[in-house]
């Protein structure tokens, strides 16, 4: 898209934090900032509507979810503590029953006793790779990703099954189990995964829960505080001139860091320099949207999402980002994952039945086009209701079930599960609804995960806040998203988490600023001991 002209200078809209998207991290630093009576910015919005990757719709009275659907884990989590202060939870639901069905393409029916004999394997097997973070163990030579791992034990493990059909059937659960496992963590497959890097995720206790009404109701709560003339929709991002292209920098050895750490920053405040309200003009981050609207902020924080960054961060910035940090958003993984929703007028699953394990056998599919194979990446089809269906899949089928009809996907769908149901009366869906996130010009794709070769290092170098120059105390721009939180990344509490902190980030920034009014040497360790007061108040 060609980039609209700037309006004119007198037209310029100043602001002192600008916030370019209103996902949850956006919203998260809106809503911080207004509950510490800071209401001096905006957030931009490319789309028409607020959430970002949190995307909710109705069919048969369910309110359903494209993207975001659970909150993971109770202890500690925002969300869940939104959830619950907002009567989002219904804490009186009863559990429903879950069996599960694993089917093999002729239609017969694997015994429950194997599919819990190898899902506890399965299990062991993942928890001893994500030991290897947790206890810095060294892999077996040559082993670098979570899928050759499991690869290499489930094979040691069939080794000692003498029935050849026995150990076929279980080897094709094991397949199934890890195509599961890349929709849970967002990639094509789990040899894209790192194998030193699986634990770096922190999972929190408390199971998964579901929002009733959507996991959109959340949004309700946090929004409902910023002014709506803060929040402007249909406000496309094109530019963010963030300094000036030969502005002063604190170089690296290694990098063009043009970055301070917090404690970088604290030191600069303790200096016997005077304050930067004395010494130095504020930032003046010049931001342009595609409808030519431009901004004048003092900071930046940027929400979007690390596939958005994939795509334009080289373009999106002026001056371009540092090396290291392009360089992380490169290592990175940002996969697609999809939903297929079927609808259907009637029941046809038996009524125990909650899920269908689709059991494809192993041939050599990498080779076929994707025309003709991408289907048997959908690993089940699990039950919403009696008359509503949810199949996922992840990576490169995913993208290519994008370029179908909604019509196809549930023509294929149904062809699926008369094979697997051994059943030719299953009804075709009257309705078939997929996401799209692959193709979604403002997410390019699902959620973030390790790459082969990538760390929690990458995670922080794209965080690091950016300055103008070197005597800035106040950063040029702020990164958040589910992409920036080391230990929370793919999550809805980690994108949240982010957008809280960077905005207390900046509150802090303007306390140290207030606090220093004596222009006086020696004055460091008054300086630090009244800070140190601050934060703990």
Request: aromatic share 8%; with cysteine.
């Amino acid at each position: 898209m060609e980039e609209a002209p700037a309006v004119k200078t007198k037209n310029d809209k100043f602001v002192k934090t600008l916030i370019i998207g209103a996902g949850i991290a956006g919203l998260s630093a809106a809503n911080h900032l207004v509950k510490n009576n800071d209401t001096n910015f905006v957030v931009l919005e490319a789309k028409d509507k607020i959430g970002g990757r949190i995307s909710s719709f109705e069919i048969q009275g369910e309110k359903l979810d494209l993207g975001a659907n659970r909150i993971h884990g109770v202890l500690g989590n925002p969300m869940y503590e939104i959830a619950m202060a907002h009567n989002l939870i219904d804490i009186v639901q009863t559990p429903k029953p879950h069996k599960v069905v694993a089917a093999l393409e002729d239609g017969k029916q694997v015994p429950f006793s194997i599919l819990q004999e190898i899902f506890e394997a399965y299990s062991c097997f993942l928890h001893r790779c994500e030991e290897y973070f947790l206890c810095q163990y060294e892999p077996p030579e040559g082993i670098n990703s979570v899928g050759e791992h499991i690869n290499l034990e489930a094979a040691l493990y069939l080794d000692k099954i003498p029935d050849e059909t026995q150990k076929h059937v279980r080897s094709l659960i094991f397949q199934c189990l890890l195509k599961r496992e890349s929709c849970i963590s967002g990639c094509d497959n789990m040899n894209d995964i790192d194998l030193l890097e699986l634990g770096s995720y922190v999972e929190l206790q408390g199971g998964n829960i579901s929002l009733p009404k959507g996991y959109s109701s959340i949004l309700n709560p946090i929004v409902k505080l910023i002014p709506p003339e803060k929040l402007l929709l249909s406000h496309e991002v094109t530019k963010v001139t963030w300094a000036d292209a030969d502005a002063d920098s604190e170089e690296s050895d290694d990098s063009s860091h043009t970055i301070v750490e917090e404690s970088s920053l604290r030191s600069r405040h303790n200096s016997d320099c005077p304050t930067e309200s004395q010494s130095t003009p504020p930032n003046r981050i010049e931001v342009v949207c595609n409808n030519g609207v431009r901004f004048i902020a003092e900071t930046v924080i940027c929400s979007l999402p690390l596939g958005v960054l994939k795509n334009c961060a080289r373009t999106l910035f002026s001056p371009p980002l540092p090396d290291y940090k392009l360089e992380a958003i490169d290592r990175l993984l940002f996969g697609t994952v999809n939903k297929i929703f079927l609808v259907y007028d009637r029941p046809f699953l038996n009524t125990d039945v909650t899920e269908v394990l689709l059991l494809w056998n192993q041939t050599n599919d990498e080779l076929k086009d994707l025309s003709s194979r991408w289907f048997k990446k959908i690993y089940s089809f699990s039950k919403v209701s009696e008359t509503l269906l949810l199949g996922w899949i992840s990576g490169i089928e995913a993208e290519y079930m994008e370029t179908l009809s909604s019509q196809e996907v549930g023509d294929t769908c149904t062809d699926i599960l008369r094979k697997f149901l051994n059943d030719p009366f299953i009804p075709k869906p009257k309705l078939c609804v997929c996401s799209q996130w692959h193709s979604d010009k403002y997410s390019q794709g699902s959620y973030t995960a390790m790459a082969v070769g990538a760390t929690q290092f990458e995670i922080e170098q794209i965080k690091e806040p950016l300055y103008s120059n070197s005597l800035q105390t106040r950063p040029a721009v702020l990164f958040v998203g589910e992409h920036t939180h080391t230990n929370f990344y793919s999550t809805v509490h980690g994108a949240y988490l982010t957008g809280r902190n960077a905005a207390q980030f900046l509150i802090d920034c303007a306390l140290i600023g207030s606090e220093i009014v004596v222009d006086c040497k020696e004055t460091a360790d008054l300086s630090s001991f009244i800070q140190g007061m601050s934060l703990q108040e």
